[in-house]
C-alpha cells in the first residue's frame, strides 16, 4: 500500500473516530437533558403542586376564622362562606390531580389520607358551622369544634412534600451515576480506538522514517559512487520502494560505467 | 552462468558504446558483471531484452 494512501487511511480514520465521539456526546448530552426534563417534569413539578395545595389549604382555614370572626354582618358571612367553600373546592381538586399525577405509591397514599382528613374535616367545619348560625354567630363553641384540627392535614403536605423531593434527589443521583457510567463506556471505547489509531500510525511513520534513513546512507553513499559492497535492500510497493528500485538502476549503471572504464 | 546475457551487453556496447551498456544496467537493474554471475534464464533473458527494445526505441 501507498504511503500516502496509509496516511489518508488513517487520518479518514481519526476523522471517524472524532466524528463518532461528537455525536455519542451530543447524543448522551440529550440523554442527559431527557433525563432530568423528566425528574424536573415529575416529582419537583408536583413538589411544587403539592406546597401551592399547602398554601390553598391555609388560605380555606383563614377563610373559615373569617366566618367566625366576621360572621355577624350576613353579607359578610355571605362572602366569606362562599370564599370558604370556593376554596375549600379548590384544594380537593389540587390534591385529587395532584394524587393522580404521582407515581411514587407513599406520596399517592399520604395525598389519599389527605383527601380523607380533609372530607372529615369539611364536615366538622360543616357542623361547626351548623352551631355558629343556632347561637346566634358566637364562635366560641363552634371555634372550639374545628379548632387545630387542620393541623394533622397540613403536616400531611410537609410529608409529601419531603418524599417527592427525596425521590427527585434519588433520581438525580441515578441520572448521574447513569451518565457518568455512559461517558466511562463511550471514553473507554473512543480511547481504545484512539490507541489502535495511534499505534498504527506510529507503525507507520517509523517505518517510513526507517527506510527513508536507509534510502538516505544510500543515496549519500551514490552520491560519492562509493558503489563497493553496496546492497540497496529497500523492497516495498509504495513510493520509499519505487525510490529504492530506481537506486538499484543508478547502482548498476555505475558498476557498469567502472566495468567499461576499466576494461 | 550468464553467458547469453553477457552477450547482450557486449552486443548492446557495440551499437550504443558505454553509455548504452550503462542504460542498459540502469534499465535492468543488473550490471553486466552481475549478468554473468546471474543465470540465462528465460526471465532474466525476456528482462533483458525488453531493456535493450526499449534503448533501440530511444527512450
Known amino acids: 500500500m501507498r504511503i500516502s494512501t496509509k496516511l489518508i487511511t488513517i487520518t479518514l480514520g481519526s476523522g471517524v473516530i472524532v466524528t463518532g465521539l461528537i455525536v455519542a456526546l451530543v447524543l448522551e448530552l440529550k440523554s442527559v437533558s431527557t433525563g432530568y426534563t423528566h425528574i424536573l417534569q415529575g416529582p419537583v413539578v408536583q413538589a411544587a403542586a403539592a406546597r401551592q395545595a399547602q398554601v390553598d389549604f391555609k388560605v380555606q382555614v383563614l377563610d373559615w376564622k373569617d366566618i367566625l370572626l366576621r360572621g355577624q354582618n350576613p353579607e359578610e358571612r355571605a362572602q366569606y362562606t362562599d370564599q370558604f367553600h370556593a376554596q375549600e373546592a379548590k384544594v380537593k381538586a389540587e390534591v385529587g390531580t395532584l394524587a393522580a399525577s404521582v407515581d411514587d405509591p407513599t406520596a399517592k397514599a399520604l395525598l389519599t389520607d389527605f383527601l380523607v382528613a380533609d372530607d372529615a374535616l369539611s364536615a366538622k367545619y360543616q357542623a361547626a358551622y351548623g352551631l355558629y348560625g343556632k347561637q346566634g354567630f358566637d364562635f366560641k363553641a363552634a371555634d372550639k369544634m374545628v379548632d387545630g384540627q387542620d393541623l394533622a392535614p397540613n403536616d400531611i403536605f410537609d410529608y409529601v412534600v419531603n418524599q417527592l423531593n427525596g425521590q427527585a434527589v434519588d433520581a438525580a443521583a441515578a441520572e448521574k451515576a447513569k451518565a457518568v457510567h455512559q461517558l466511562l463506556i463511550l471514553l473507554t471505547i473512543v480511547g481504545g480506538l484512539l490507541l489502535v489509531d495511534s499505534i498504527v500510525y506510529c507503525s507507520v511513520l517509523f517505518g517510513v522514517l526507517k527506510r527513508l534513513g536507509q534510502l538516505k546512507t544510500v543515496s549519500d553513499r551514490l552520491a560519492v559512487a562509493d558503489i563497493e559492497g553496496l546492497s540497496i535492500d529497500i523492497s516495498g510497493h509504495d513510493e520509499i520502494g519505487g525510490i529504492g528500485e530506481s537506486m538499484k538502476g543508478i547502482e548498476a549503471a555505475l558498476h557498469e560505467l567502472l566495468a567499461v572504464h576499466a576494461a | ?59
Open chain 2, 1 to 59: 552462468m550468464g553467458i547469453a546475457l553477457v552477450q547482450r551487453y557486449e552486443q548492446i556496447g557495440k551499437e550504443m558504446g558505454s553509455v548504452g551498456r550503462m542504460k542498459l544496467a540502469m534499465l535492468t537493474k543488473l550490471s553486466s558483471m552481475k549478468a554473468a554471475e546471474a543465470e540465462d534464464s528465460v526471465s532474466n533473458l525476456k528482462m533483458v531484452d525488453d531493456a535493450i527494445a526499449q534503448l533501440r526505441k530511444g527512450v
